[in-house]
């Protein structure tokens, strides 16, 4: 059975930097798509970064753009998710997600399971 566990979250000041890790298991990266997406209280979900376990193609949410970068190391089955020059409005809970789809993808309709989230608060 898949499973998704994040890591890394927690409180920085603006500016500061964080770096998410996403395990995966019950799966083996190389052949999957995998996401990274994030929901503010009273806000929806929202794409954040996609990446192909296979070759690494990425995509980004303008908003993170130049700031996050996304990559994985397969031997680990980690996909991880830097985040520099945080800014308040990238507070938030941060979900990993496997995609059902074999293309890049912010679009949380394109994901089947989930992980539990972590929590990022950018204040200070």
């Known amino acids: 059975q898949a499973q998704l566990v994040e890591s890394g979250g927690g409180l920085v000041q603006p500016g500061g930097s964080l770096r998410l890790s996403c395990v995966v298991s019950?799966?083996?990266?190389?052949?999957?798509?995998i996401g990274w997406f994030r929901q503010a209280p009273g806000k929806e979900r929202e794409g954040v970064s996609s990446i192909s376990t296979s070759d690494g193609r990425t995509d980004y949410a303008d908003s993170v753009k130049g700031r996050f970068t996304i990559s994985r190391e397969n031997a680990k089955n980690t996909v991880y998710l830097q985040m520099n020059s945080l800014k308040p409005e990238d507070t938030g809970v941060y979900y990993c997600?496997?995609?059902?789809?074999?293309?890049?993808?912010?679009?949380?309709?394109?994901?089947?399971?989930w992980g539990q989230g972590t929590q990022v608060t950018v204040s200070s």
């Open positions: 997600a496997v995609a059902r789809v074999f293309r890049l993808s912010l679009a949380s309709s394109d994901y089947t399971t």
């Open positions: 019950g799966f083996s990266l190389g052949y999957f798509y």
